[in-house]
């Protein structure tokens, strides 16, 4: 395994960059190079819209870790087959499919977010789609809350009809996953069933906000069990 890959935290088209600044950080003062997919200047309206901003702020002449987050998980196929990706650690995130297209919402999914859209099909910010007090539980302070919410898009409803495309050998490369608590626990029994490494620490679904140092741990551990080292 070549040492010293690029790590690159992908966050979720949903949100921005903000969500892995502070564990981006513990992981750059542990010696990683480490760089973050930025935020979509306009908000996707489908996944090939998404693919093509990520895939332009990747470079193609190192060797990458992709660490996606929530939805971003589901892109790492196509992200995969443009760069020289060596491993990928899912984070509370989405698992791409093996046999074709994977819709990008759940039916269920789908429906409550419809009720969410406004007249022009728009949906609020990622923050907004949740109660108040399940909102507020997500951030470790008000100042973050803010610089989170500063980046969020508002995507269509439109986003959310389409799907992504997965391919039987898109996992080629070493992969693991990291869960926080048990919102991905499907996702999380998937990829121990396929022989990954997995880890799961306690808490919410944004907790690297929470404990970047923790989060970053966790990660380097992983990556340590996938023979992948600086």
Same mark, same amino acid.
């Given at each position: 395994?070549?040492?010293?890959?690029?790590?690159?935290?992908?966050?979720?088209?949903?949100?921005?960059?903000?969500?892995?600044?502070?564990?981006?950080?513990?992981?750059?003062?542990?010696?990683?190079?480490?760089?973050?997919?930025?935020?979509?200047?306009?908000?996707?309206?489908?996944?090939?819209?998404?693919?093509?901003?990520?895939?332009?702020?990747?470079?193609?002449?190192?060797?990458?870790?992709? *660490?996606?987050?929530?939805?971003?998980?589901?892109?790492?196929?196509?992200?995969?087959?443009?760069?020289?990706? *060596?491993?990928?650690?899912?984070?509370?995130?989405?698992?791409?499919?093996?046999?074709?297209?994977?819709?990008?919402?759940?039916?269920?999914?789908?429906?409550?977010?419809?009720?969410?859209?406004?007249?022009?099909?728009?949906?609020?910010?990622?923050?907004?789609?949740?109660?108040?007090?399940?909102?507020?539980?997500?951030?470790?302070?008000?100042?973050?809350?803010?610089?989170?919410?500063?980046?969020?898009?508002?995507?269509?409803?439109?986003?959310?009809?389409?799907?992504?495309?997965?391919?039987?050998?898109?996992?080629?490369?070493?992969?693991?996953?990291?869960?926080?608590?048990?919102?991905?626990?499907?996702?999380?029994?998937?990829?121990?069933?396929?022989?990954?490494?997995?880890?799961? *620490?306690?808490?919410?679904?944004?907790?690297?906000?929470?404990?970047?140092?923790? *989060?970053?741990?966790?990660?380097?551990?992983?990556?340590?069990?996938?023979?992948?080292?600086?």
């Amino acid at each position: 395994m070549p040492p010293n890959p690029l790590l690159v935290l992908v966050s979720s088209p949903a949100l921005g960059p903000q969500v892995w600044k502070s564990t981006g950080s513990e992981l750059s003062s542990r010696g990683w190079r480490v760089t973050y997919a930025p935020r979509v200047a306009t908000a996707p309206d489908t996944a090939s819209d998404f693919v093509r901003a990520l895939a332009t702020s990747i470079p193609t002449d190192h060797d990458v870790v992709l *660490v996606p987050h929530s939805n971003a998980g589901l892109y790492v196929p196509a992200l995969a087959a443009q760069h020289l990706v *060596v491993g990928s650690v899912f984070v509370d995130a989405g698992l791409p499919s093996r046999a074709g297209p994977m819709p990008l919402a759940p039916p269920d999914l789908y429906e409550f977010l419809r009720g969410l859209a406004d007249a022009d099909g728009r949906l609020p910010p990622w923050t907004e789609w949740w109660g108040k007090t399940e909102g507020e539980g997500l951030f470790p302070d008000a100042a973050v809350r803010r610089a989170v919410e500063a980046e969020q898009p508002q995507l269509p409803l439109s986003y959310f009809a389409g799907s992504v495309s997965g391919s039987p050998g898109w996992d080629d490369h070493r992969c693991a996953y990291l869960a926080f608590g048990d919102t991905y626990a499907t996702e999380r029994e998937q990829a121990a069933a396929r022989g990954w490494p997995v880890r799961t *620490v306690p808490g919410r679904h944004l907790h690297m906000l929470h404990d970047p140092a923790g *989060v970053a741990t966790a990660i380097i551990e992983l990556l340590a069990d996938c023979g992948i080292t600086r």
